[in-house]
């Protein structure tokens, strides 16, 4: 499995960013996909991810009603679109891919077998 994140940068407060998840043909097929960030100096915490089977997603609070993630199987993409973005959205984000896919654990990153390099997020003035 091979996840490669794109789409990262510098953005105003306010602004929107849309990230994009390569993955590896039919990784999507057998695997969650979720979206993790980690800020310096903090614990890398979960931030959106969708299921294999089922495509439901789910979203930290911190993220809710502004963090938006998708897939496009035929392309073996997932999508993060990020409005709203906050200074404290800054960090590295990374996608990650879960071959369990069990309901309710989709945010702890320990799940996640696969992870890719990460892309950076900047939010400022």
């Known amino acids: 499995v091979q996840l490669v994140e794109s789409g990262g940068g510098l953005v105003q407060p306010g602004g929107s960013l849309r990230l994009s998840c390569a993955a590896s043909?039919?990784?999507?097929?057998?695997?969650?996909i979720g979206w993790f960030r980690q800020a310096p100096g903090k614990e890398r915490e979960g931030v959106s991810a969708?299921?294999?089977?089922?495509?439901?997603?789910y979203y930290a609070d911190s993220v809710k009603g502004r963090f938006t993630i998708s897939r496009d199987i035929a392309k073996n993409t997932v999508y993060l679109q990020m409005n709203g973005l906050k200074p404290e959205d800054t960090a590295v984000y990374y996608c990650?891919?879960?071959?369990?896919?069990?309901?309710?654990?989709?945010?702890?990153?320990?799940?996640?077998?696969?992870w890719g390099q990460g892309t950076q997020v900047t939010v400022s003035s």
């Open positions: 990650a891919a879960d071959a369990e896919d069990v309901p309710g654990t989709l945010l702890l990153p320990a799940e996640y077998d696969y």
């Open positions: 043909e039919r990784t999507l097929d057998y695997h969650a």
């Open positions: 969708i299921s294999r089977d089922d495509g439901t997603t």
